[in-house]
């Protein structure tokens, strides 16, 4: 079992936004604002898409954005397009002894 | 070019040992965090284990006392030696850098922003 809580699937039309949670704890999402979120495709290295909750790194479109709150973090995918179709996981720093939790990850479809 | 390299992944039975490596190139490994996160096959990321820049190491529970992070400045390469494999240590094990800012009065935690592309460990008899 995760630490971090995610729907297993979501699926949206192209074009359409979807939108994915991430329920944790005071001790992880809710006790600090350092929740990420990350992109995986079949047989990929995960990517970072997110971080800090609502920052983008250089290269990700705009599509994607984050928020919180409270123990829940949600990521919203815009304008959906079919490469946007895989595995996308939240994680959250939680203290320098658990470091960090990641979530159970969500299979994104797009229809 | 900022990349990451893993290698040492194999068969290995029940109760063998493994040392993964995981070469950095275009930034310095002791300059920064760096993790190893496992993924089971057909399951969900788990983080194993951190380094920080000043060297002190921390592990999840289902690896504490197994598995030694370390890296060698000299060769800018990251490391996990695991001990004890059991079956369910069987997974792809990617190195990752974590962006964290220290500073005096706050810690800044950016998430991993450079993944190498994973080595496969599986044990079983």
């Known amino acids: 079992q995760s630490a971090l809580t995610q729907p297993p699937s979501a699926s949206g039309s192209p074009g359409q936004s979807v939108t994915i949670s991430c329920t944790g704890t005071s001790s992880d999402v809710g006790g600090y604002n350092y929740v990420s979120w990350y992109q995986q495709h079949p047989g990929k290295a995960p990517k970072l898409m997110i971080y800090e909750v609502s920052k983008r790194p250089s290269g990700v479109p705009d599509r994607f954005s984050g928020s919180k709150s409270g123990n829940t973090a949600s990521l919203t995918v815009s304008g959906l397009q079919a490469e946007d179709e895989a595995d996308y996981y939240c994680s959250s720093y939680a203290g320098s002894n658990t470091y960090v939790v990641f979530g159970g990850g969500t299979k994104l479809t797009v229809l | 070019e900022v990349q990451l390299v893993e290698s040492g992944g194999g068969l290995i039975q029940p109760g063998g040992s493994l040392r993964l490596s995981c070469a950095a190139s275009?930034?310095?490994?002791?300059?920064?965090?760096m993790s190893w996160v496992r993924q089971a096959p057909g399951k969900g990321l788990e983080w194993v284990s951190v380094i920080y820049s000043g060297g002190s190491t921390y592990y999840a529970d289902s690896v504490k006392g197994r598995f030694t992070i370390s890296r060698d400045n000299s060769k800018n390469t990251l490391y996990l030696q695991m001990n004890s494999l059991r079956a369910e240590d069987t997974a792809v094990y990617y190195c990752a850098r974590d962006r964290v800012v220290v500073t005096t009065s706050y810690y800044y935690y950016y998430g991993m922003d450079v993944w190498g592309q994973g080595t496969t460990v599986t044990v079983s008899s």
């Open positions: 275009g930034f310095t490994v002791s300059s920064n965090y």
